[in-house]
């Protein structure tokens, strides 16, 4: 039999804002245990819940980015359920009316352009940190942290659109990028700063009535959820398969093992109680309001992919990789204005990235080092085929490391570049005088000893000719002289 | 209107409450009569009506800045029945999430 | 003037001794517990906390230039103080501390006034009589075997017998204006909004509103001012300056009162009918005009405030939980077991109560026809208080159905104790202020009260009212040098 597997993903994202979502505790990574709390994100007796407009914020820049519908007037609720982590054993969050409803993210998947919906994205509050059981004394205890309690979250609800976990990947992965992109979140999923939980059902292949869905939780890695939701789905099918029935649960994924783990649940069905927030006004959100936010955000990626293959018809393997990260593509942009676009995205893709992996670097840390202006003089001198291929990687690496313009560094190093007939001649003419062998077989129609005579007046410069040069001298030197290979005077 | 015994099991364990079999009778008996007593809604005439908000609508929000309120972790777990390290401490805590 | 007696003279006159420097903050803030409570305290027992040093230490810094200057206050025991413990008339918050200054109480510092320690209180703010309270009953100052009212009890006694001539209590369903009536003493519960509830440990979000007892009008425009006004920390307040209550004794001259007699024509003792009717003939002799009409009956106000009250209160009441505060049951081995038996422990029998039907009415299958249905009748009873304000500036009212009754008569029939809220509970539902006005006692030397409802942010004109109702309307004895005697309490 053959299964549709139907998938929806319930996405969490930390927002970077300085402050929580509640109340003006800093909102800092590492931090030592309770050090970020006061009576509010505590849940202390008396306390009340004052809004952060930053979060808002975030959540209207996502929501505009993603094309989502903005509700004039949204609504927090509060979420019932008891868990230590948890200062009021409420969350506040939105329930009736969201913030953001609609919208869709483009996703590249195997190739293809695939368009994922959304039913809605959500502000909420975070909870707490508990840890598992630890050994004390003569009992068992845990330890609970509130210092990541009220920090603000947006909760992202796909339709459940997805067939399969590389798409799921794909999303994540495309979602990720975003939110770094637009400034709103690092996006770290180990950091858990982002969130995945995936609902998953299977159905016979053409039916319409979904099947009873599983829910994985707490995925935080893009391979975890892949394989994880591959794992669910080849479960789900062997069971039915075997002619049983499927259960709800809700699965606990552990990446080491790669196995899914069901969680103990209460026999209750989920009971939230939501209902609105009573300590709260209703978020007001004005055209205004919207204008800024959708002014404030930058050339979207795909947007600027778009305009990169109309403008300087980048391909679009090229503009994926230099979107990756938002800053990459500024700093690619400011090199290609005005030079050759295909140029600088080669030297960037292969040898900026390559040195920036070495070393660890971010594109900041590139960037004081070689600001765009600096790579595109150097870009200028290759495109006019002033730097010969082996020895322009040696200077851009130099470029890393030291002042200069690129005169400056082959100064510096030693270093001439041989680009003349002048310069050049002599050492061609040496080189097919040394190898009378394949300058014949050249004649006789082996056109590939080329390459090498080439190669030989190379190795005899030093790698300092420009090799195209030298391929038009020993060419038009093998076609002028004549059987006897004897130079001309 | 009536609650049942299942009813009230159900909704003492959502409030995380113990119920003494000796009083449960008496309690549901108890609730029952403040819900009749609230059946009374029904007989008024709440049309086109909207439920009640009372907080100031387009209040400002806060700018997203400390503001002087944090506790150092020996404030913040001084009132703990159990604190260590700064962490308050609890029985252990078995993967059992939600109501 | 010596130090003696400092205790009987109104808030504005003790203020007014410390700070031209007669009087000292602390002979100010000591004066009632020296003279006043050694004769009650032991008895009426409104006290939960309190604390000679402390007391010196807050009349120490306490400005001595501010409205309030050396004024001493009893604080309701759910209002957070950095200098005593808040522990709500509960066994789960037995000893806790906060580590904050709830924003009225900060407020009332800054002005001078003086905490003199913490109001005994039902549990939780739940109850009508301060016989839920887990640190036993407060009983009334005229006739101890009788209650103060509730929950804000302590407070409003204290008050009565002169340990303090201003207090804070909490009003929600009542619970500043029921004890005020009860006790002989003035009790205002202001618009919605406009007393921060920072530090107020909630019991309804939309209803709550701190509260203010004192014997004499002027005293309470005096507390109002300083405490009133817009909190960013509580976003339910109200921007923008709070209503002027300046001119408390500028009379009611001109203003017209609504009469809905239906309200009382039956259920209602008529010892306090008569006190109304009492009421009603001063403010007419002062030049108010009354205008007779029929109002919205109160049961649909308790049917619809139990609802919403309880909803809100089972929320509210879930952080108690024994993990970062408060009591927590020695015994639990686990997770759940921490929580049920520290909340099965630490909550009072009315406490659990209403949690129960707080959660029933929030639950899954019932929310519509439970919490939502109030929601929406609530706006209906917004609707005709804001109807009735077409036709009048204020409404007079009875503050309760019955007397003062003796401890142990309701506390075995819940409904029963539930409508004895009938005429308070209106105006927490709609969000508009009361006055609880004190009249002269019953045959039997018990309190009677009238209750004075207005519309949204007219605290300005209910004080007014209270004013002329304090001199029995003679128009000659209503400016504020005019000092009206209060009728105190006697020792039997």
Same mark, same amino acid.
């Given at each position: 039999m053959a299964y549709e597997a139907v998938i929806g993903l319930e996405c969490h994202i930390q927002l970077a804002t300085r402050t929580k979502m509640f109340c003006g505790c800093p909102v800092e990574f590492g931090a030592p245990a309770n050090s970020n709390v006061c009576p509010v994100c505590l849940g202390l007796p008396g306390a009340l819940p004052f809004p952060n407009r930053a979060g808002v914020d975030a959540a209207l820049k996502l929501g505009l980015a993603l094309g989502c519908r903005i509700a004039p007037e949204s609504e927090f609720a509060r979420k019932h359920y008891f868990y230590p982590d948890m200062p009021k054993n409420y969350q506040i969050t939105q329930y009736d009316r969201p913030l953001c409803e609609g919208g869709a993210l483009t996703v590249r998947v195997s190739e293809r352009d695939r368009e994922f919906a959304l039913i809605r994205i959500h502000l909420e509050e975070d909870t707490g940190k508990s840890f598992h059981p630890e050994k004390h004394g003569d009992r068992r205890i845990s330890r609970v942290d509130f210092n990541r309690a009220g920090v603000p979250l947006l909760e992202l609800v796909t339709r459940?659109?997805?067939?399969?976990?590389?798409?799921? !990947?794909?999303?994540?992965?495309?979602l990720r990028r975003l939110v770094r992109w637009i400034g709103i979140s690092d996006g770290d999923m180990e950091k858990g700063h982002l969130r995945c939980d995936a609902n998953v059902s299977l159905r016979p292949v053409g039916s319409e009535k979904l099947g009873v869905k599983t829910e994985i939780k707490n995925l935080n890695s893009i391979r975890g959820v892949e394989r994880a939701i591959a794992a669910e789905i080849a479960r789900q099918g062997a069971r039915l398969d075997a002619g049983e029935r499927i259960e709800q649960a809700t699965l606990l994924y552990d990446a080491d093992g790669d196995r899914l783990a069901v969680m103990r649940s209460k026999e209750h069905a989920h009971d939230y109680r939501y209902f609105p927030e009573p300590d709260l006004p209703r978020v007001e959100v004005g055209a205004d309001w919207i204008d800024r936010a959708r002014a404030a955000l930058p050339e979207l990626p795909w947007a600027r992919a778009a305009r990169w293959a109309r403008e300087y018809s980048?391909? =679009? $393997?090229? =503009? !994926?990789?230099?979107?990756?990260?938002?800053?990459? =593509?500024? $700093?690619?942009?400011?090199? =290609?204005? !005005?030079?050759?676009?295909?140029l600088a995205s080669n030297w960037i893709m292969t040898e900026m990235l390559r040195v920036m992996r070495e070393r660890e670097w971010s594109v900041a840390d590139w960037s004081s080092r070689v600001p765009p202006a600096r790579l595109a003089a150097f870009l200028a001198r290759v495109a006019a085929r002033e730097l010969p291929g082996p020895l322009a990687k040696q200077v851009f690496g130099w470029m890393a490391d030291e002042a200069?313009?690129?005169? !400056?560094l082959l100064e510096r190093h030693g270093v001439k570049v041989q680009s003349s007939a002048g310069d050049l001649l002599p050492l061609v003419r040496a080189v097919l005088a040394e190898h009378p062998g394949p300058v014949s077989q050249y004649r006789a129609g082996k056109s590939a000893t080329l390459g090498f005579l080439v190669g030989q007046v190379m190795k005899k410069s030093g790698g300092q000719a420009v090799p195209q040069v030298v391929q038009e001298l020993v060419r038009s030197e093998l076609a002028g002289s004549d059987v006897s290979g004897s130079a001309p005077a | 209107?009536?609650?049942?015994?299942?009813?009230?099991?159900?909704?003492?364990?959502? %409030?995380?409450?113990?119920?003494?079999?000796?009083?449960?009778?008496?309690?549901?008996?108890?609730?029952? %009569?403040?819900l009749t007593f609230a059946e009374a809604l029904r007989r008024l005439d709440l049309a086109g009506?909207?439920?009640?908000?009372f907080a100031p609508a387009g209040a400002p929000m806060r700018e997203d800045e400390p503001d002087g309120r944090q506790l150092d972790p020996a404030r913040a777990t001084a009132a703990a029945p159990e604190s260590e390290d700064g962490y308050f401490i609890v029985p252990p805590i078995v993967d059992v999430l939600e109501p | 003037m010596s130090a003696a007696?400092?205790? &009987? @003279?109104?808030?504005?006159?003790?203020?007014? &001794? +410390?700070r031209s420097g007669e009087a000292t903050a602390a002979a100010a803030s000591e004066s009632g517990w020296e003279e006043a409570a050694r004769v009650w305290e032991r008895d009426v027992h409104a006290v939960v906390h309190e604390g000679r040093e402390a007391r010196a230490t807050a009349a120490a810094a306490a400005p001595r230039s501010g409205p309030m200057a050396g004024v001493? +206050? #009893? +604080?309701?025991?759910? #209002?957070?103080? @950095?200098?005593?413990?808040?522990?709500?008339?509960?066994r789960i918050l037995a000893h806790y501390r906060p580590p904050y200054d709830a924003t009225v109480i900060a407020r009332l510092r800054a002005a001078g006034g003086v905490v003199a320690g913490k109001g005994n209180m039902d549990e939780f703010a739940m109850g009508s009589s301060t016989e839920y309270s887990a640190y036993g009953p407060t009983r009334n100052p005229f006739d101890l075997e009788r209650v103060p009212g509730g929950s804000s009890g302590g407070p409003a006694a204290a008050v009565a017998y002169g340990l303090c001539p201003l207090a804070l209590g909490s009003d929600t369903g009542g619970s500043v204006r029921q004890p005020a009536a009860f006790?002989?003493?003035?009790?205002?519960?202001?618009?919605?909004?406009r007393l921060s509830r920072y530090g107020l440990v909630a019991f309804g979000s939309s209803l709550d509103q701190v509260g203010l007892f004192a014997r004499h009008a002027g005293d309470l425009a005096m507390l109002y001012a300083v405490l009133a006004g817009h909190d960013p920390w509580d976003a339910t307040t109200r921007p923008g300056p709070p209503p002027d209550v300046s001119s408390w004794d500028a009379g009611v001259e001109g203003l017209r009162f609504g009469w809905p007699a239906n309200l009382w024509r039956e259920g209602v003792e008529p010892e306090i009918v008569e006190a109304l009717e009492g009421a009603a003939e001063d403010l007419e002799r002062a030049g108010a005009r009354r205008v007779a009409f029929d109002f919205l009956p109160g049961e649909y106000a308790v049917a619809t405030y139990y609802l919403v009250a309880t909803a809100e209160a089972s929320s509210n009441l879930a952080r108690f939980d024994g993990v970062r505060y408060g009591y927590r049951d020695p015994a639990a081995a686990d997770v759940r077991s921490l929580y049920v038996r520290t909340r099965s422990a630490g909550f009072g029998p009315e406490v659990q109560r209403r949690i129960l039907l707080g959660t029933y009415a929030l639950s899954a299958g019932f929310y519509d026809a439970y919490y939502l249905t109030a929601q929406r009748a609530r706006t209906r009873i917004r609707h005709e208080y804001a109807q009735a304000f077409g036709k009048c500036d204020f409404l007079l009212m009875p503050a309760t159905p019955t007397l003062p009754f003796k401890l142990g008569e309701k506390t075995s029939d819940p409904l029963a104790m539930y409508l004895s809220d009938v005429f308070t509970i209106g105006a927490n539902l709609a969000g508009i202020p009361g006055l609880s006005v004190p009249r002269p006692l019953s045959r039997a030397g018990l309190p009677r009260a009238a209750q004075l409802l207005g519309p949204e942010d007219s605290e300005g004109v209910l004080l007014r009212a209270g004013r002329a109702l304090e001199v029995r309307g003679d128009r000659s004895r209503m400016s504020r040098a005019h000092h009206q005697e209060f009728a105190w309490p006697t020792r039997r």
């Open positions: 459940p659109e997805f067939h399969d976990g590389l798409e799921c !990947g794909a999303f994540l992965t495309a980048l391909p =679009a $393997y090229d =503009a !994926g990789v230099l979107c990756e990260q938002r800053d990459l =593509a500024d $700093y690619f942009e400011a090199c =290609a204005r !005005g030079g050759d676009a295909k200069g313009d690129v005169a !400056g | 209107m009536s609650i049942s015994r299942e009813d009230l099991e159900r909704i003492a364990e959502l %409030a995380r409450l113990e119920i003494p079999a000796e009083r449960a009778e008496s309690l549901g008996r108890e609730l029952s %009569a403040v009506l909207e439920p009640s908000v | 007696g400092l205790w &009987r @003279l109104s808030a504005a006159q003790l203020a007014e &001794r +410390v001493p +206050v #009893l +604080v309701k025991d759910n #209002l957070c103080t @950095l200098d005593y413990p808040t522990t709500c008339g509960s006790c002989g003493v003035y009790g205002l519960k202001p618009t919605y909004g």
